[in-house]
């Protein structure tokens, strides 16, 4: 779920680091509030997993690059370079297709206490330093 609702919050900008007049840890609080589905301030990894679900379109517990492209055709049709770059970014094995094991690595990503529950803070810090780094990719666009 942190996924689509990542892909469906940032607007289509030129700055990366201003995407709508929001800063990236702006945009991190909005998306973690979105993302947060029973609004109890922490994210549990069913609710990322919620996430992979939703974009793996056949059910066949991958979702392709063209899966996931196709999503971002259909919400963000101007981010598709900038988005293409993430998934890249959540491709931890590089095998060209995200698995239940990448979102699983994605979510202890962004668990640094490794206790099985994101807080906003540690959410934040890490989509803060993940907005960085594909701006330093490609600086000047999203």
Not at 29 to 44: K, P, S, T, V, Y
Not at 54 to 82: C, K, S, Y
Request: glycine share 6%; with cysteine.
């Amino acid at each position: 779920m942190l996924l689509i609702i990542f892909l469906t919050l940032i607007p289509a900008c030129i700055g990366f680091s201003q995407c709508g007049g929001l800063s990236p840890g702006e945009m991190a609080h909005r998306l973690f509030q979105d993302a947060d589905r029973d609004h109890d301030g922490h994210l549990a990894l069913a609710e990322m997993l919620f996430l992979f679900q939703a974009f793996d379109q056949n059910d066949d517990g991958r979702i392709t690059r063209q899966e996931f492209l196709h999503h971002v055709r259909q919400t963000e049709p101007d981010m598709v370079q900038w988005y293409d770059k993430l998934y890249n970014t959540f491709d931890m094995d590089g095998d060209h297709n995200l698995d239940l094991h990448d979102y699983i690595h994605l979510y202890m990503e962004t668990d640094p206490r490794n206790d099985n529950t994101v807080t906003e803070a540690a959410f934040i810090g890490y989509w803060t330093v993940l907005y960085q780094a594909l701006l330093d990719m490609q600086p000047g666009s999203c």
